[in-house]
């Protein structure tokens, strides 16, 4: 009798993932610690369905581990691990991402066309600003220039849902290559030519070497004045200091930041006080473990028919 392959479930929901998966042709093993217990089976299972963070915490545990699936959409925590572990395949969590994104797209979309933004700012300092309100309600922001940094599968769908809005949707990538959803496309080596006079800056690019501090003083002065800046890809594209003077000299009409170099938040945090910045705790997409099982199960059908999974990760490129 042919021994079923292993699969480790390393994640706090190891157990209902354990109980959902149960028809598949493998034996489950659930790991619900964050780190490794003293079980010498680890040492030969080659394959995981894993949170990032545990899995790099595992890792050392798991010589023949061959292949794994993130239950996340970034894999930061292996990301220094995976070089020196060139026979390790990790699939990058793909698919449920977009929607959920648009809807919170939309969602401050309509705030910043509608000037509740304006009106929300001025609450915390007890101003009534009904002319404001109304001017920025009025812009018509039919044709107007939206800029999405990042045009992966979950870029393409904002890109998709600010065309339906009326906007002339930009997309910023590596190549310049087409990508559906937006009107053009433009190297990010040209994000100045592409950012000018753009009403709407949406970032949704991972964090690697190369997008560390794309967004600086230079790019945001681009902006139209008045324009709305919302990072939901990593806190490093964004730098700091820049965001926040753009917003206390005005240039900047509102930024809607849900992610940060450093989550959560500190308490102290310029962001929590400068005006006209909207703080979330990293929501802009939340998964739920329901979510990662069609994904896995679809991916590690193709691994044990030696098929290569949807997914992978470039570790160079850090995505």
């Known amino acids: 009798m042919t021994e079923r392959p292993v699969v480790a479930l390393i994640d706090a ?3 209902r993932f354990a109980e959902v998966l149960a028809d598949l042709p493998v ?3 659930s790991y619900a610690a964050p780190t490794p217990p003293g079980d010498p089976a680890l040492a030969s299972i080659p394959y995981a369905l894993a ?4 899995l790099a915490a595992y890792l050392p545990a798991l010589p023949a581990l061959r292949w794994a699936q993130s239950t996340w959409a970034g894999v930061n925590p292996l990301l220094p691990l995976l070089p020196s572990r060139p026979e390790l395949q990790v699939s990058a969590l793909k698919g449920p991402f977009g929607a959920l994104m648009v809807r919170y797209l939309n969602f401050w979309l309509d705030g910043f066309e509608q000037g509740l933004l304006v009106a929300l700012a001025a609450q915390r300092r007890a101003r009534w600003t009904h002319g404001a309100v109304r001017r920025q309600s009025g812009r018509d922001v039919r044709g ?3 800029v999405v940094l990042g ?3 979950i870029g393409m ?3 998709a849902a600010l065309t339906a809005r009326g906007y002339h949707a930009i997309g910023l990538n590596r190549s310049g290559a ?3 959803g937006f009107a053009e496309v433009t190297p990010i080596a040209r994000r100045l030519a592409a950012l000018a006079g753009a009403e709407v800056l949406v970032s949704v690019v991972p964090a690697t070497a ?4 794309l967004l600086d003083d230079e790019a945001l002065a681009e902006l139209a004045p008045g324009a709305l800046l919302m990072n939901v890809g990593r806190g490093s594209v964004v730098q700091e200091a820049a965001l926040l003077a753009a917003l206390e000299s005005g240039h900047l009409g509102a930024a809607v930041l849900d992610v940060f170099d450093s989550e959560p938040l500190p308490e102290d945090h310029a962001f929590w006080s400068a005006p006209r910045c909207f703080v979330t705790p990293h929501i802009s997409a939340p998964t739920e473990w329901e979510a990662v099982v069609p994904v896995f199960r679809e991916n590690l059908l193709k691994v044990l028919a030696g098929e290569p999974p949807t997914g992978l990760v470039d570790p160079g490129r850090g995505y």
């Open 13 to 15: 929901e190891a157990a």
């Open 27 to 29: 034996t489950l093993r």
């Open 51 to 54: 949170a990032p963070d545990r």
């Open 144 to 146: 107007a220039r939206a």
């Open 151 to 153: 045009t992966g599968a």
């Open 157 to 159: 769908d904002l890109g």
């Open 178 to 180: 087409p990508a559906p």
């Open 210 to 213: 190369e997008t560390a501090g």
